[in-house]
C-alpha cells in the first residue's frame, strides 16, 4: 500500500532554497515525482526519479534550480529548490507510479496531501 506524506514547505524569500522530502510509508519503491499547483491553474508536472534512481526528469521551468533525488534506505524522494521565484509558490505534490515516468497527473495513481510553498519578501 503507498503512502505518501510531504514535508518542508513553508515560507521562503525570493532567491532563496528550500528543500522537500516525501516519505513513502509502502515501501513501494516506484518511479516518484513532484508536482505542484498554484491557486486557479492546473496541477503540472516539476520533476521526476524513476524506480532505480538512474534517471531523472525535470520541467524546463526548473531546469538548472531544482534537483531531484531519492534515497530508498529511507523510502524517501527529495526536491531540492534554489533562487526560488514567486512562480514557484504553489502547493507541492508528491507522486508514485510504477515503472515509466509520465508528466502527466493522470498517469500517476497514488498522491500526498500536498505541502504549501510560498515565494514572498
Known amino acids: 500500500q503507498v503512502a505518501l506524506v510531504e514535508s518542508g514547505g513553508g515560507l521562503v524569500q525570493p532567491g532563496g532554497s528550500l528543500k522537500l522530502s516525501c516519505v513513502d510509508s509502502g515501501r513501494s519503491g516506484y518511479t516518484m515525482a513532484w508536482f505542484r499547483q498554484a491557486p486557479g491553474k492546473e496541477r503540472d508536472f516539476v520533476a521526476a526519479i524513476n524506480w532505480t534512481g538512474g534517471r531523472t526528469y525535470y520541467a524546463d521551468s526548473v531546469k538548472g534550480r531544482f534537483t531531484i533525488s531519492r534515497d530508498d534506505a529511507k523510502s524517501s524522494v527529495y526536491l531540492q529548490m534554489n533562487s526560488l521565484t514567486s512562480a514557484d509558490t504553489a502547493v507541492y505534490y508528491c507522486?508514485?507510479?510504477?515503472?515509466?515516468?509520465?508528466?502527466?497527473?493522470?498517469?500517476?495513481?497514488?498522491w500526498g496531501q500536498g505541502t504549501q510553498v510560498t515565494v514572498s519578501s
Open positions: 507522486a508514485a507510479r510504477p515503472q515509466a515516468i509520465f508528466t502527466t497527473p493522470s498517469a500517476w495513481p497514488y
